[in-house]
């Protein structure tokens, strides 16, 4: 049993949502960040980046309170000028996302706290206990939330019919951003909220997509307010804002590598050692890896397929069985001296969209040596080392679709 929780969303005004909906600060280089502060006051980057303008010290303080209380200030403002508004009736939130290859639909709403300590929504990744603690600061200072954790999940006939229904409304919201993606948002009714609570009844288990410090973030300040003497349990705190997904709606793609050396070994020192744990086939044109287990590696203008050979991961664990993983056990480490992957200067990681040419270019200019391409991990895969309590290895997938801040701003203490 899933549950999810309606809530009264703060959102755009219909006419601003364009403006306000906006991607993760990290994601934009520093000119066109600066180039979209200056030239629309509507953004949401003016409520999570509130000094970028100012002469201040909040600029050496990124994680302070005193910056914390800058964003909040700031997105009162955007209350006060009627840029956000709040829905006088709880609510949960049908978004689509298109784009030119893929459609992303799932509905906005609050994901237990509660499930989560019972691992009925499951994990995959490490968290780093002070970015966490940061974060748990940040929403306790600012009290909301506005970029949902992304949860994954079996599919459901009965969900897929309530959904199919809506989407044929006009939406609250329909925006075409440049890079070619449509944003759609329908406000489900009362009816039609307690039909998808229902179905999520039928649902055991929700897995972490995206999203891991964000989720984990909100249960520690959960029970931070249940330990100060307040505690509510009608209050959203017992929630935070996810946005659930079919799991066959998500495209999972890798995250592949590039490495600045070859460890003072020759391309073909290099190809010997490989030969060891892998069949080496060479490539008349590049494809990317057609099946699990093997990795496409390109150094020196020509690419190898490398395909693990049987008895090396017929007993594999979850794991083990993971490509990067695979990658790192018998390549990076022992040949190109690679031991931790978020440390080591002499790797770097590419998303799966940037495609082999991103590869190619990055080696043939000289600024690494060698590439792997790999095989995206299958949700079989994340499932079962969720399932397992494991932790899949450092940036292994790319997961989409990736979700815009501002448009269901969550309110935590209430």
Not at 60 to 89: C, H
Not at 209 to 229: E, F, Q, T
Not at 278 to 301: A, N, Y
Request: charge should be negative; aromatic fraction near 8%.
């Amino acid at each position: 049993m899933t549950k999810i929780k309606a809530f009264k969303a703060i959102r755009p005004v219909r006419s601003k949502a364009h403006l306000v909906a906006s991607r993760a600060v990290a994601t934009y280089k520093h000119t066109i960040l600066e180039a979209k502060l200056e030239s629309n006051p509507y953004s949401f980057i003016h409520i999570i980046h509130p000094e970028f303008f100012e002469n201040d010290d909040t600029r050496t303080a990124p994680n302070s309170i005193e910056r914390f209380l800058k964003v909040k200030d700031k997105y009162e403002e955007f209350k006060e000028r009627g840029i956000l508004i709040q829905d006088s009736e709880e609510a949960l939130y049908i978004y689509r996302q298109s784009t030119p290859n893929h459609s992303y639909l799932g509905v906005i709403g609050g994901a237990s706290v509660q499930e989560y300590k019972d691992n009925k929504i499951k994990k995959h990744e490490a968290t780093l206990a002070s970015r966490e603690a940061m974060f748990t600061n940040y929403l306790d200072v600012v009290g909301f939330n506005a970029e949902p954790v992304l949860l994954s999940h079996e599919k459901s006939e009965a969900l897929d019919l309530i959904l199919a229904e809506i989407v044929k409304k006009r939406p609250e919201y329909e925006f075409t951003t440049t890079d070619e993606t449509t944003h759609e948002v329908w406000i489900a009714n009362k009816e039609e909220v307690k039909g998808i609570q229902k179905a999520y009844t039928e649902i055991d288990t929700c897995y972490i997509a995206d999203g891991h410090h964000r989720s984990a973030s909100s249960v520690r300040l959960h029970d931070a307010i249940a330990g100060r003497g307040d505690y509510d349990s009608t209050k959203n705190y017992n929630a935070f804002l996810s946005f659930f997904i079919d799991e066959e709606r998500l495209n999972i793609m890798p995250f592949n590598r590039l490495c600045k050396s070859l460890n003072e070994h020759t391309k073909s020192e290099l190809l010997t050692l490989v030969e060891e744990q892998f069949e080496v086939t060479e490539l008349q044109r590049p494809t990317p890896p057609e099946q699990l287990h093997d990795i496409h590696m390109f150094v020196d203008r020509s690419w190898y397929r490398l395909r693990l050979k049987i008895n090396k991961h017929t007993k594999l664990d979850a794991v083990s069985s993971i490509d990067a993983e695979i990658l790192t056990r018998y390549i990076l480490s022992p040949i190109l001296g690679i031991h931790d992957l978020t440390t080591d200067e002499n790797i770097s990681f590419q998303s799966g969209e940037d495609g082999i040419l991103a590869i190619e270019h990055s080696v043939n200019s000289g600024v690494n040596q060698v590439g792997f391409l790999l095989y995206p991990v299958t949700m079989e895969q994340l499932k079962a080392v969720a399932n397992e309590n494991a932790i899949m290895p450092p940036k292994s997938t790319w997961i989409e679709p990736k979700m815009r801040s501002g448009l269901t701003i969550y309110k935590i203490d209430e």
